[in-house]
């Protein structure tokens, strides 16, 4: 009788020990709707108002890295575009070249309509972002920067942390507007 409860108890323990992981990805199908904002939110009315997300890299440690931006915004015929760029950076000038505007030099510069393949991309990275910023772990002075701002301050996501997967989800959303992927190595 004590075995068969030793046997049970350890079965258990076991079972209740198993750590079991969630899928966090986030997927939208072919059929569903997408959800975006409205093109009087973003300017189709002459609003000034625009969604951005961006990305501040690290790769010159301390002293920061190259910079990418998406300005989402909607024209007169309520379509979306994104006006997508990119800097570069020389991190062996930084002592000659930190603080001034050659340091970051613009690089790619392209504007892009919107379809809803891409909506749906900007969706799922903002639930991905959202969810970086719960578990966000501070990385000292050098980390990567990822991040949304609606310009009339009513979203607001900002995630400064050293986590792989913010970089996926950034390069994920890269891929649905072929752009190209950001190489980068972890220290």
């Not at 998406?70 to 000038?93: G, H, L, W």
């Not at 930084?94 to 892009?112: A, H, M, N, S, T």
């Not at 972002?129 to 996501?157: H, M, R």
Request: glycine share 6%; aromatic share 12%.
């Amino acid at each position: 009788m004590k075995n068969i409860l030793l046997l049970l108890f350890t079965i258990m323990m076991i079972s209740c020990n198993k750590k079991t992981e969630k899928n966090d990805t986030v997927t939208l199908n072919q059929n569903d709707n997408v959800d975006f904002f409205r093109p009087a939110d973003l300017g189709a009315f002459g609003s000034k108002t625009r969604l951005i997300l961006y990305a501040n890299f690290d790769e010159c440690g301390e002293w920061g890295g190259h910079k990418e931006s998406f300005e989402i915004f909607s024209k007169e015929d309520k379509q979306f575009y994104a006006n997508y760029k990119r800097t570069k950076v020389d991190c062996n000038k930084i002592g000659e070249l930190y603080g001034k505007p050659e340091f970051q030099q613009p690089y790619i510069i392209k504007e892009i309509k919107l379809a809803d393949k891409q909506k749906k991309a900007i969706n799922i990275y903002l639930s991905q972002l959202i969810k970086s910023k719960i578990k966000e772990d501070f990385p000292g002075n050098a980390g990567q920067n990822f991040g949304a701002i609606k310009t009339d301050s009513t979203l607001v996501i900002d995630v400064y942390d050293s986590d792989k997967k913010n970089l996926e989800n950034y390069n994920k959303l890269l891929k649905e507007f072929r752009l190209e992927i950001v190489k980068y190595e972890y220290r």
